[in-house]
């Protein structure tokens, strides 16, 4: 079992940058891939980004450019750098891990633009 926690959250104005971060309590490299995702006050959740165990990148079309997803191997750790934030970009913000058979997800933090 390998728990996920996610750090960086809070209040930003527009235009403005933060850098959320997700620590896992174990090794992350049986996961194939992890990501970040996003819910948006009465909406669904959404993907944001992800970045498999090889490195590459995938980014939602309204962040990339903006955002920027890295992980850590060693440090066991994950993280996004989130530039020029708009209101949209409200949301609590979820990392996961997964793969071989396993998926994990941390319990999120709350990211709110606005002025």
């Known amino acids: 079992q390998v728990q996920l926690v996610e750090f960086g959250g809070g209040l930003v104005q527009p235009g403005g940058s933060l850098r959320l971060s997700c620590a896992a309590s174990g090794s992350i490299l049986s996961f194939n891939a992890m990501g970040w995702y996003r819910q948006a006050p009465g909406k669904e959740r959404e993907w944001v980004a992800q970045v498999t165990s090889g490195g590459s990148t995938y980014y939602l079309d309204s962040v990339k450019d903006r955002f920027t997803i890295s992980r850590d191997n060693v440090k066991n750790t994950m993280n996004l750098q989130m530039n020029s934030l708009k209101p949209e970009d409200t949301a609590v913000y979820y990392c996961?891990?997964?793969?071989?058979?396993?998926?994990?997800w941390g319990k999120g933090t709350l990211v709110t633009v606005s002025s």
């Open positions: 996961r891990g997964w793969g071989s058979g396993m998926d994990y």
